[in-house]
């Protein structure tokens, strides 16, 4: 049943571009507009509303802070984004008017439903995200798009992150279709893109044995940092959460802002840091903030892997290591810039003698508080 593969984790992997073409599946019409037949809450009902909040646990809520870039670039309604076990218990401002989202693989993860009824107890409606079919949360939201990713059985999410990224994206351009945000001419463009990227997806996946090379090398290191802005911190959190469940390694993800405000004392000699560089396209100012922020560690001693665009030229001088990544849209980078990270994370696993499919100490679904 792993399909030839050694784990599970490498077949889901592999799996990614299907898994993100089967989220999309049926819900872009022949005109390039979203049907989201599923979301059951009356447009009139989402026109109204004046607040969304995020709630999800690891994996999960790493798509949920780069749905909020999403969210409020594409439909303008301000977005917070929390960790489900934290929620409930500041006793946080709901109303009719807020939209909850709650995003879970299993569906059965108790933080994540607590919270949801929690914020249905308040009056707000909330929408599922979610990759099992019948499970408890979306039993108990008032609507679900399901992430179509097919069963993940490895304990470490990849296809499920993936496809919850998309369904955020989703969500948060059906969002801007129906409130008739400014953006028009752009979401139809992403539309467009988005529709491509299961290809994007295949081609990262082709050029990952460098990558696997990589994470060899490494394996007998004891922390690895990752940096990244904009979209790409969320995704530096996604690659330390990754190295952390699989290769039990210290690894911290960091917002590349603020490097000099703490972290860039961990700085020294040899010490690995991964950099997710956004596109120098679009938000270019921050492009040439993350160049100077490589040279510094470089000048400090890191040994620096370097996650960028193709054609990025501006960052090979300060790249001990590549790693290419095919151009997208700034919002959707996420899609293609987590591949690596996950396919690094798994291999210096294997390369560390760990179980991948099942690390120490964690389940697939955590069903407790
Ligand atoms: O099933 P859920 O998406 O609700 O699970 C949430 C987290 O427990 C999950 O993402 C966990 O962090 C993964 N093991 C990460 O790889």
Redesign the pocket.
């Known amino acids: 049943e792993k399909g030839g593969y050694d784990y599970f984790m490498l077949k889901e992997i592999a799996e990614q571009p299907k898994a993100v073409a089967d989220t999309l599946l049926g819900r872009i019409d022949a005109g390039g507009s979203l049907t989201l037949d599923e979301v059951r809450i009356p447009a009139r009902e989402l026109r109204e509303i004046d607040k969304i909040v995020v709630v999800?646990?690891?994996?999960?809520f790493h798509a949920g802070l780069i749905a909020k870039y999403a969210i409020e670039h594409w439909t303008r309604i301000p977005c917070e984004v929390e960790l489900a076990s934290e929620f409930r218990y500041r006793d946080p401002i709901l109303d009719p008017r807020s939209l909850v989202i709650a995003?879970?693989?299993?569906?059965?993860?108790m933080d994540?439903l607590m919270a949801l009824r929690h914020a249905r107890d308040q009056g707000s409606k909330v929408l599922a995200i979610c990759n099992t079919n019948g499970s408890t949360i979306p039993r108990e939201s008032d609507a679900v798009l399901y992430t179509h990713a097919g069963p993940e059985v490895a304990?470490?999410?990849t296809k499920?992150f993936l496809t919850q990224l998309v369904a955020c994206y989703l969500v948060a351009l059906y969002l801007g279709q129906v409130r008739g945000t400014k953006w028009g001419d752009e979401i139809r463009a992403v539309v467009r893109d988005l529709a491509r990227i299961s290809g994007e997806v295949e081609r990262v996946l082709e050029t990952m044995e460098p990558v696997r090379e990589l994470a060899r090398s490494l394996a007998d290191k004891d922390t690895v940092l990752f940096l990244g802005r904009h979209v790409g911190y969320p995704v530096a959190l996604e690659g330390a959460?990754?190295l952390k469940?699989l290769a039990y390694m210290h690894a911290e993800g960091f917002a590349a802002g603020e490097l000099k405000h703490g972290p860039i004392a961990l700085i020294e000699e040899d010490l690995p840091v991964v950099v997710v560089v956004p596109s120098p396209r679009g938000r270019s100012v921050l492009h040439d903030k993350i160049v100077s922020n490589i040279q510094e560690i470089r000048a400090r001693g890191a040994r620096t892997i370097v996650i960028a665009e193709e054609g990025d030229e501006a960052v090979v001088p300060y790249a001990d290591h590549l790693v290419r990544i095919p151009a997208t849209p700034v919002l959707l980078q996420p899609l293609v810039a987590t591949v690596p990270l996950q396919v690094f994370a798994c291999e210096l696993a294997t390369a560390r003698g760990n179980e991948v499919d099942q690390p120490r100490n964690?389940a697939?679904?955590?069903t407790v508080e």
């Open positions: 999800a646990c690891g994996t999960a995003i879970s693989q299993s569906g059965e993860t994540t304990v470490a999410s499920a959460l990754k469940e964690l697939k679904s955590v």
